[in-house]
């Protein structure tokens, strides 16, 4: 049974044991709910979650399982010689899917019977041929050892997935009929319910934090790999960024020091911007605007938001650059040698973040109490001193939260940084000059044509993990912040 | 009912007019909060306003100092004349006259900011000292004068918001009085107070009448008994009666006003 039917067949189950508990309830009750511990749908649901909870779950177990058993069980069938003819026993166990999938389909199309498939005595040139015919792909000839392969791979995946249908029906029905047998006037349905709710939601806290502990692992993984390769201290304390074009070791140059100074400028360079830009356009509007061109300023504002950051790149490159480069280049005042530079990509970074720090700040601000403003205006303070005086004093903690995750969103951009601020890795003072980040790094590495497992291309993790430090130390302490602010006039 | 003490009647009626409130109307977009309020508050003279609970006391206690100009809904009209000279006047500038017309809220709003910059904001503001030890002075008397000194004395410097409900409420009370307002507008001012602390604030309002006039909001009869010379008795929106204060509560002309003080409405 194809799965799509299988997961509709076991839907539908529960959708009867739904309507089948909450009947059952009532009757029990002689139809009057009051009667009943709980309310009626509570038992329908109470009857459908005991019918999808074991029988889905048995499906994912199994969906998981039966490939990894069925692969362990070909390999062993797979004799040395071939998989020292395909390469790697991987390419091989490939090949055979792929012709378990060829059989399938022509069997499908009818251009070989079943049995045919099935004939373990089938020479495989004819097999091949026919396949070719049906318009399967198959590369090169299929050997003998690989059709048997495919062929027990199809035998066992069929009756695998016989198996597993009857499985899960099974225990669907299973759970239809513990569920009925619960189900009386005392049950506390509710309870149960409540309880699967709350499964629910931790299951969904724990995909987000398992999938954020794998790729942490990953990182690091990989990040030791790196430092297998290459030594630790080069990495931290070495000031120059020079990575061999050969990809095969050689003498790299793999000094993060530059990479962090290009990160570290450029993102202040983007929030002088974007923190005294976007703060004034957050007091101004949460202060001064009539709700009316709030109404309208604000969404406006926030579309800046919107743009993707690769048109920012482009603006960077095609506007900025070229601006820039009539008032500071060779025809002005001499200090800029290209239209690629620190200042490019910090002036349109920040006019990318003016948005995240006006309205993040601009909640702040709105979230101290009128009475705050009352307050200081009972007392004769003018508009300005109030806001100057006590509600950026109140705003402040959060203010600064806000400022913390727009530098982290910084630390970590990429598109403007490799179209505005080129690629050389410099550690230099003038602004003008073309530098690079920490991401603008990460992707060049692995867009070359480097081995995985060269020092030059891991490297990459190693730069990853600086990051992921940087913009998480930068984070907690903005997260910190923030809290410390919540107890502030309570 | 409740016995007016004599002092308070001696005293009234050969003082100036302080406040002058003409036809005053107040609307909370389609709400109206005040209807045809006429009323004459006296300088060196304590006025209570009275009343059950949303009747409009709070609106228009904030009339007289214009905080309704904070409320977008808030719609005012009629004439609000101080010493002649009408506060809703376009050459009017509301920040001057919030600071001759000083306020404490109902609720307590100390600011995040610590005891000593709480009572200080307003003098310093307006410049009332020349020098540190001058606002130190100033912070010191506005502080005993809100009976809050000796609680406070040894912590100047830690947040106004870390005080307790009533110690908040005599903070501002005390911040109000630090700017020397002519008129000081009080909204509930003793409603977390313990008994000695409400007596040490009617002792306050009672020095401030010497030199200031004062509008108390309250939901103490007694209170206003004790430290009012005038009542105004308000009722859905309307001034009900306004008179002296042993008058209104010994000798009401209105029904609902007698109910109101014998707590039979309310
Ligand atoms: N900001 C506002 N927006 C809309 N309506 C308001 C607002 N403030 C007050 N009101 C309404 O105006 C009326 C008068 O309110 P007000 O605060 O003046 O009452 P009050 O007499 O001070 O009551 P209390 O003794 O409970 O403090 C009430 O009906 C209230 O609902
Ligand atoms: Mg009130």
Known sequence: ?490 | MYDAPKTAESTVSQNEIKFDCRDCQVWYGDTHAIKDVNIQIEDNTVTSFIGPSGCGKSTFLRCLNRMNDTIDVARVEGQFLLDGEDIYDRKVDPVQLRAKVGMVFQKPNPFPKSIYDNVAYGPKIHGMAKNKAELDEIVERALRRGAIWDEVKDRLDQPGTGLSGGQQQRLCIARAVATEPEVLLMDEPCSALDPIATALVEELIDELRTRYSVVIVTHSMQQAARVSQKTAFFHLGNLVEFGDTGEIFTNPNDPRTESYITGRIG
């Open chain 1, 1 to 490: 049974m194809p799965l799509f039917w299988l997961i509709l067949a076991v839907l539908g189950v529960a959708l009867a044991g739904f309507i089948l508990g909450r009947s059952r309830a009532l009757g029990h009750a002689g139809g009057d709910s009051r009667g009943l511990h709980s309310l009626p749908n509570y038992y329908g649901w109470n009857v459908a979650l005991k019918i999808m909870v074991p029988a889905f779950g048995l499906l994912v177990v199994w969906l998981l399982l039966q490939p990894l058993y069925i692969t362990s069980q070909i390999s062993e069938m797979i004799p040395e010689a071939s998989v020292a003819d395909g390469g790697s026993l991987g390419l091989v166990l490939a090949e055979v899917r792929r012709a378990a999938e060829g059989l399938d389909a022509a069997v499908a199309s009818g251009a070989m019977t079943e049995e045919f498939a099935r004939d373990v005595r089938a020479d495989f040139a004819d097999v091949t041929q026919r396949l070719k015919d049906a318009g399967q792909i198959v590369t090169g000839t299929i050997t003998q050892p690989i059709l048997n392969a495919a062929q027990s791979y199809r035998i066992m995946t069929a009756t695998g997935n016989m198996a597993m249908s009857v499985a899960v029906l099974v225990l669907a029905l299973a759970g239809l009929a513990w569920g009925l047998r619960q189900t009386g006037v005392s049950f506390r349905a509710r309870n149960v319910v409540e309880t699967s709710v709350r499964a629910l939601l931790i299951a969904a806290a724990s995909v987000a934090i398992l999938t954020t502990v794998g790729i942490v692992l990953s990182l690091v993984f990989n990040t030791v790999e790196f430092f297998r390769l290459y030594p630790a201290s080069e990495f931290f304390f070495g000031t120059n960024w020079a990575p061999s074009f050969s990809g095969r070791g050689g003498a790299s140059d793999l000094g993060v020091i530059p990479l962090l100074w290009g990160t570290f400028y450029i993102s202040i360079v983007a929030l002088l911007v974007a923190v005294p830009i976007g703060l004034f356009a957050a007091i101004y509007l949460s202060e001064y605007a009539s709700s009316r061109v709030r109404s309208i300023a604000k969404p406006a504002i926030e579309v800046l938001a919107g743009i993707p950051t690769i048109v920012y790149g482009l603006f960077a490159l095609l506007t900025v650059g070229p601006l820039l480069m009539e008032v500071f280049g060779k025809e002005g005042l001499g200090w800029m040698q290209s239209g690629t530079s620190v200042m490019t990509a910090g002036l349109v970074m920040g006019i990318m973040l003016i948005p995240f720090v006006s309205s993040l700040s601009d909640d702040i601000i709105n979230a101290v109490p009128q009475a705050m403003r009352d307050g200081s205006y009972g007392l004769g303070a003018t508009q300005s001193e109030t806001i100057r005086q006590v509600v950026l004093p109140a705003a402040l903690p959060g203010i600064v939260g806000a400022i913390l995750l727009a530098a982290s969103r910084a630390i970590g951009e990429t598109m403007i940084v490799v179209l505005g601020a080129g690629a050389a890795a410099r550690l230099e003072l003038n602004p003008f000059e073309a530098m690079t980040t920490v991401t603008a790094k990460i992707v060049s590495q692995l867009t070359g044509d480097a081995d995985f497992a060269s020092p030059e291309a891991l490297v990459a993790f190693a730069l990853g993990m600086t990051l992921f430090v940087l913009t998480l130390g930068l984070n907690v302490f903005a997260l910190f912040i923030v809290r410390k602010y919540r107890e502030q006039y309570e």
